[in-house]
């Protein structure tokens, strides 16, 4: 399973669009590339899943360059919910993967 | 309505008593994972399911126990806990598993929240 790094924190005003990029160099060919969402005391929840260049969904998009050893998880116009921590996985392709969620990007949406 | 429950939800005990927490899903998912979270540590993997009577560690697994004999239910077994398992417990299943597509989703149940003193 691929590695990812995130930022451990980011903060951002009510209205913004805040961008939260993951790096994972190692990628594999097969797999995907999936955001998470967790709010205190809660399980995460899946936000959205892509493959290459881009996917919207209504509640986010993600962005991969050609090379695919990033992403970023693009939120528009966020409010004070969703102050959340943000996790990115890569990977699930093999049978012997394991399910990496690390630590996430913990994001304070300021009033 | 699509969900994974947990029971319960909040549970305190003393070290060597056996728990299970039971996990059931609805949405006949063939994939079941439990994962513990602790602060500064994250989400971490202890034990996973591919289907029913298949079942696999995670990063983990150190005195847990769990068991897949229904498609719908996994639960997770401390046989004797201690303190140091005092987590916070998330259940989750997928349609897919590790490396049975390109993809997975997982969808969590709300969480248990385990003392053990």
């Known amino acids: 399973l691929a590695k990812t790094t995130q930022p451990i924190s980011m903060d951002s005003y009510e209205g913004q669009e805040v961008n939260i990029t993951c790096s994972h160099n190692?990628?594999?060919?097969?797999?995907?590339i999936t955001w998470y969402q967790q709010f205190p005391s809660q399980g995460p929840r899946f936000i959205i899943q892509?493959?290459?260049t881009k996917v919207t969904n209504e509640v986010a998009s993600l962005f991969i360059p050609a090379d695919r050893k990033s992403s970023t998880l693009s939120l528009p116009r966020v409010s004070l919910s969703d102050t959340a921590v943000y996790y990115c996985?890569?990977?699930?392709?093999?049978?012997?993967?394991?399910?990496?969620f690390g630590k996430g990007t913990r994001l304070h949406i300021l009033p | 309505e699509a969900q994974v429950t947990q029971n319960p939800r909040y549970l305190i005990t003393v070290t060597g008593k056996k728990l299970t927490v039971t996990c059931s899903q609805n949405m006949n998912h063939e994939y079941m994972s439990w994962y513990r979270q602790d602060p500064g540590l994250g989400l971490r993997q202890i034990y996973y399911s591919m289907n029913v009577e298949v079942t696999d560690k995670g990063d983990v697994p150190e005195g847990y126990k769990v068991s897949r004999k229904e498609k719908r239910n996994f639960p997770l077994i401390l046989e004797s806990p201690s303190p140091n398992q005092t987590s916070l417990y998330f259940c989750?299943?997928?349609?897919?598993?590790?490396?049975?597509?390109?993809?997975?989703?997982?969808?969590f149940g709300p969480g248990t929240r385990l003392t053990v003193t």
């Open positions: 996985l890569v990977g699930a392709s093999n049978r012997d993967d394991k399910i990496i």
């Open positions: 989750a299943s997928s349609l897919r598993g590790l490396g049975q597509g390109l993809s997975y989703e997982q969808y």
């Open positions: 892509g493959y290459k």
């Open positions: 190692n990628i594999a060919t097969n797999d995907y």
